[in-house]
């Protein structure tokens, strides 16, 4: 039997495959608001075979937004927006559905990655951005508001807000964003975080905020459902937020009751180095895994399902996800499917699609029409 194709639990939830849809921005969201775009985008990548899909790095706050077009889940208007196109979603497709809830901290108010991603200006589409300390993630850019206490406060309480939101909503879990240099990842590097009070220094001392934004997120999301933490395990600088540094961080995020964590890599400084190729950050997901009581998904030029299969049936990592090559290729998972041996679910108007000799892929076959 295919490892990539057992199910697997986390708390009261069941995913019937390894398969994760990664979070991926979409940066076309109006004020925070889901729109068509999303409910075309979700609703496709719900039919792609994937045991989990998660929706893409969605702000808890308005100036926690990477760019203007960021999803977000920070009021009412948000809320409802989401909703409409949730509930389309659920109506063609069982697939279990997370979300990821981000703050991208100095990283906010940049221009979408199709324009440059350049910092945007207070009076031209950009707003004052916030961060552990006044240190810009560029030389050349505005630093951000180092948050005192009432700002610590404001976004810990909008992460709790916007996990309250996700569980009326229905979602069946949540994944806190950790890396990639956004605000959780600038709390935990020595290269971001250059506070003198409880919040900086040691690496306790580094660890505290974003366990503070943990425990508020546990908190309020339903107990039987499952919340996971992506990290960045290394900062591939010199100096920064390691490995060794992240098992320290995945023991504690078990001991606060994070259901996965998420091996990703990088996006705190642009001096990073990074040694990209086919399943780089697998090492990492591996390490990581050997945490007592860990769960752990590989990401990262994941692209081939053998690839995929080895991974889990080595023992790497406990799912893999896919962002890129999902995108690429929206039925990755009955293509893994094939390859493997394994089967997935569809829409029964997808059934004869399948060639003849893939035809188990479904679990079903059906007769053309008469």
């Given at each position: 039997?295919?490892?990539?194709?057992?199910?697997?639990s986390?708390?009261?939830?069941?995913?019937?495959?390894?398969?994760?849809?990664?979070?991926?921005?979409?940066?076309?969201?109006?004020?925070?608001r889901?729109h068509?775009?999303?409910?075309?985008?979700?609703?496709?990548?719900a039919?792609?075979?994937?045991?989990?899909?998660?929706?893409?790095?969605?702000?808890?706050?308005?100036?926690?937004?990477?760019?203007?077009?960021?999803?977000?889940?920070?009021?009412?208007?948000?809320?409802?927006?989401?909703?409409?196109?949730?509930?389309?979603?659920r109506?063609?497709?069982?697939?279990?559905?997370?979300?990821?809830?981000?703050?991208?901290?100095?990283?906010?108010?940049?221009d979408?990655p199709?324009?440059?991603?350049?910092?945007?200006?207070?009076?031209?589409?950009?707003?004052?951005?916030?961060?552990?300390?006044?240190?810009?993630?560029?030389p050349?850019?505005?630093?951000?508001?180092?948050?005192?206490?009432?700002?610590?406060?404001?976004?810990?309480?909008?992460?709790?807000?916007?996990?309250?939101?996700?569980?009326?909503?229905?979602?069946?879990?949540?994944?806190?964003h950790?890396?990639?240099?956004?605000?959780?990842?600038?709390?935990?590097?020595?290269l971001?975080?250059?506070?003198?009070?409880?919040?900086?220094?040691?690496?306790?001392?580094?660890?505290?905020?974003?366990?503070?934004?943990?425990?508020?997120?546990?908190?309020?999301?339903?107990?039987?459902?499952?919340?996971?933490?992506?990290?960045?395990?290394?900062?591939?600088?010199?100096?920064?937020?390691?490995?060794?540094?992240?098992?320290?961080?995945?023991?504690?995020?078990?001991?606060?009751?994070?259901?996965?964590?998420?091996?990703?890599?990088?996006g705190?400084?642009?001096?990073?180095?990074?040694?990209?190729?086919?399943?780089?950050?697998?090492?990492?997901?591996?390490?990581?895994?050997?945490?007592?009581?860990?769960?752990?998904?590989?990401?990262?030029?994941?692209?081939?399902?053998?690839?995929?299969?080895?991974?889990?049936?080595?023992?790497?990592?406990?799912?893999?996800?896919?962002?890129?090559?999902?995108?690429?290729?929206p039925?990755?998972?009955?293509?893994?499917?094939?390859?493997?041996?394994?089967?997935?679910?569809?829409?029964?108007?997808?059934?004869?699609?399948?060639?003849?000799?893939?035809?188990?892929?479904?679990?079903?076959?059906?007769?053309?029409?008469?």
């Amino acid at each position: 039997m295919s490892a990539l194709f057992t199910p697997i639990s986390l708390r009261g939830l069941t995913l019937a495959n390894r398969i994760v849809v990664s979070p991926m921005c979409q940066y076309v969201a109006r004020d925070g608001r889901a729109h068509a775009w999303h409910l075309v985008h979700l609703g496709g990548l719900a039919q792609s075979g994937a045991g989990l899909l998660i929706i893409e790095s969605t702000a808890v706050e308005a100036i926690g937004r990477i760019t203007p077009g960021d999803l977000g889940l920070w009021d009412e208007a948000t809320e409802s927006a989401l909703r409409v196109v949730l509930a389309s979603v659920r109506q063609v497709s069982s697939m279990p559905i997370a979300l990821q809830l981000a703050h991208a901290g100095r990283k906010a108010s940049s221009d979408v990655p199709w324009q440059g991603g350049a910092q945007l200006m207070p009076g031209h589409g950009g707003w004052l951005a916030c961060a552990p300390s006044a240190v810009p993630q560029r030389p050349d850019e505005t630093p951000p508001v180092a948050l005192d206490r009432e700002g610590l406060r404001r976004v810990r309480d909008a992460f709790a807000a916007a996990a309250g939101r996700a569980a009326r909503l229905g979602l069946d879990a949540l994944e806190i964003h950790g890396g990639h240099g956004y605000l959780f990842h600038q709390f935990l590097s020595p290269l971001s975080n250059q506070r003198v009070d409880e919040y900086g220094g040691s690496l306790e001392n580094r660890m505290r905020f974003p366990l503070e934004i943990v425990d508020a997120v546990r908190q309020v999301f339903p107990d039987d459902r499952p919340v996971g933490v992506k990290l960045s395990v290394t900062d591939w600088v010199p100096g920064g937020w390691d490995v060794g540094q992240s098992v320290a961080l995945t023991t504690a995020l078990v001991e606060h009751g994070m259901d996965w964590v998420t091996a990703s890599s990088g996006g705190i400084s642009p001096k990073q180095s990074i040694p990209v190729a086919p399943g780089y950050q697998v090492p990492m997901a591996a390490t990581l895994r050997q945490v007592p009581g860990a769960r752990v998904m590989s990401v990262g030029l994941i692209t081939e399902p053998s690839q995929a299969e080895d991974i889990v049936a080595d023992g790497h990592a406990d799912m893999v996800a896919l962002a890129r090559g999902m995108l690429y290729d929206p039925r990755w998972g009955w293509h893994a499917a094939a390859a493997l041996g394994g089967t997935v679910t569809a829409a029964p108007s997808y059934w004869r699609a399948l060639p003849a000799e893939q035809a188990g892929v479904f679990g079903q076959t059906v007769q053309g029409a008469r």
